[in-house]
């Protein structure tokens, strides 16, 4: 058991994503059970992209993945413009979707199951079970849908933009519910994140997304945050001091 907790969850050997050519540069990593990610770089860097390769929807340009055996199960929670409001759905009827693929508008389960409010519970949201999606806050909706994670039991989890639209409140108050259900349930997550601050201070570990730089950059938060890469490229300049260079 104790090896299995120390073996990476995933291995990623030179990695090189895009949809038709690469678009950063090869990319070695190890994602360890249990830590918490900041993935950070520009719109357009390759972030989701990267998401979409480990998750298998788009096949690698080169090298390799290598996953944990048994496979790990995997969430995703994509950029909250991708969900369409207008479903009229409640609260636990989001979350109920990671337990019952069978689930549909014209057949819905009408006895939940105890795990769905138990997970609304878990992430501060139970009173918010009856609820219709689309008439809940940012903040709201966020932790419904960390409920779902937390109901289909996602060892390894990805969160595009999670806290996207918020305000400093909610988003503080989402990176604190992502740390705490990363350390109760020992699953790997990785959270693209602008807000650099909120990453520096939850987050295990960086992963700075570059087209520019020779090479993908991680390690823990002040190694990557304070690194010349990243103060080159993403740092604004001080009051009367040089413009950072273009990227």
Known sequence: MRDRQL??????????????????PPIDL???????W??????????????????????????????????????????????????PMRARDVVSLALDTAWSFAR?????PTEVLAALTEVGA????????????EGQK?????AKLVAARAELAFLDEPTAAMDAVAERDTFERIAELTRRHG?????????????RRYA????LFDPETPAVLRGRPDEVLESHEYRRSYRPPAPGGPVPEAS
Do not use: M
């Open 7 to 24: 073996a990476p969850i995933v291995r990623c050997v030179g990695l090189e994503v895009g949809r038709t050519r690469a678009i950063l």
């Open 30 to 36: 190890e994602l360890g059970r249990g830590q918490l």
């Open 38 to 87: 900041a993935l950070v770089g520009r719109n357009g860097s390759g972030k989701t992209t990267f998401f979409l390769t480990l998750l298998g929807q788009l096949r690698p340009v080169a090298g390799q993945i290598h996953w944990a055996s048994p496979r790990p199960r995997i969430g995703y929670l994509p950029q909250r413009t991708s969900y369409d409001d207008l479903f």
């Open 108 to 112: 819905p389960r009408w006895r939940e």
């Open 126 to 137: 139970a009173d918010l079970a009856d609820r219709p999606f689309r008439a809940l806050s």
């Open 142 to 146: 966020q932790r419904v849908l960390l």
């Open 187 to 199: 699953a790997t997550v990785v959270v693209v994140s602008h807000h650099v601050e909120l990453a």
């Open 204 to 207: 295990d570990h960086v992963l």
